[in-house]
């Protein structure tokens, strides 16, 4: 008898992950609730050197371990709702050395979600999936997925879970639930802060956060997950940051233990980190306009929050431009080799420059009706740009049609492929000219347009 259409079609996945008291091990359970995937898939292909021990699990019958071929789980011929077993050498990854992959700390780690999240290659839009954790006693874990109150110990997990990057904290830590305007902060402090740090820090967290609510006069999502990850002492007042977007805003800052509130208060990362999401996950190959918007907003926002002078922000985004104007590749592959050379500075302040260029394209041909932070906050209510990754045309392009103009991509592509952005001729219609290293303002064409841009708006 031919068994029903529906045990042919994979419909959910359920994880059931259990954490040992040492927080050096993790034995995962998947379930397929109809037909399982011909086979499993690493997140990163570096997570694949921490598999280990992967069989089938039920039915008892089918009990056997299953190959590993190319760093791929294979299942042949498994039965409708079977279950497999694997297990993850959270300890090794530890060793391993990758910041975002596993992070050790005191009582507690680190942990991406795709260390440890094999999933199929293919997933259908009406795939639903769950996952829990059984943990040890004294042992807490932070994710960046949403636990509905029906769900008790359990979590959804959307097409971003898979997609994107997220991490989680196991072990001990201390959690605040930090206010911004429309949502809040989950601040995850990892052990090995001071409480005066702590405090320092969720201060920090605060004002950034209220800092970069200013384009869509709330944060731009209801809540993100903040991990504060201690590091070695250092006169820095950030070492890293990283935004994911697994679920949920997930976002590490690496901070040094010995940081205290002045240095906190001229740092630019938090923003920067929570500036990415007002946009949606731009593909690599474009990261010039990820990191870009992100830098030009870092500089624009901590003004209008009173964080920055104007006239500092003017002369940061100048000197950033010029640092690659020596080089004779296009913007294009300079963001290409981002990942081989240690070039990033060139690419990220080139992308703020077209930034800074089309905002003011934007706000000259809409007599300043519309802008480039007022056309990201509109953005975020196209929930399908979210869900799925987009190249810089079709971000631009998206941009072009909330304004109803033509500015966004047609002056953005003027720039990939030929030289990089110069700011000079923007500069003197703006009124803007430096001398001896520093902004000084005069009137000009657009001075109206310069004072929009930088004007503050929050006191603090």
Known sequence: MPQP?????????????????QLARLDVQLCFDGAAPPRLVYGARKAAAFLREPRVASPPSAARALEVRDGLIALPQLAPDSCIEYAIDVRAALAYDSLLLAYPGE????IGAELFLWRPPKRSAELRSELRFVLPEGVRVSTPWPQPPQRAGGYVLDERAFAYTGHLVLGQFEERAIAVP?????ATFMPGFAPAVVDALATWLERSGRAVAWPGAAFPVPEAQVILAPSSPSPSAIHFGHTGRSGGASIVLFVPTNVDASQLREDWIAIHEFSHLWHPFIRREDAWLSEGLATYLQEVLRVRAGLLPAELAWQRLY???????????????????MA????YRTVYWAGAAIALLIDVELR??????????????RLRAEPAL?????????LLRALDELAGLRACESLALRYLEAELPDLTAAYAQLGITLAQG?????SAPLAWVREAIMQQAVAH
């Open 5 to 21: 259409e529906a045990a042919h079609t994979l419909r959910g996945l359920a994880y059931a992950v259990r954490v040992d008291e």
């Open 107 to 110: 009582r507690a780690v680190m």
């Open 182 to 186: 429309g949502g809040q902060l989950r």
């Open 319 to 337: 000197e950033g431009a010029a640092l690659g104007r020596q080089t004779t590749r296009s913007l294009t592959e300079e963001t290409r080799r």
């Open 340 to 343: 081989f050379e240690p070039n």
């Open 364 to 377: 000259r041909q809409s007599q300043g009706r519309t802008s480039l932070p007022v056309l990201l906050a």
């Open 386 to 394: 979210f869900t799925r990754g987009s190249s810089a045309r079709e």
């Open 438 to 442: 520093e902004a000084r303002f005069q």
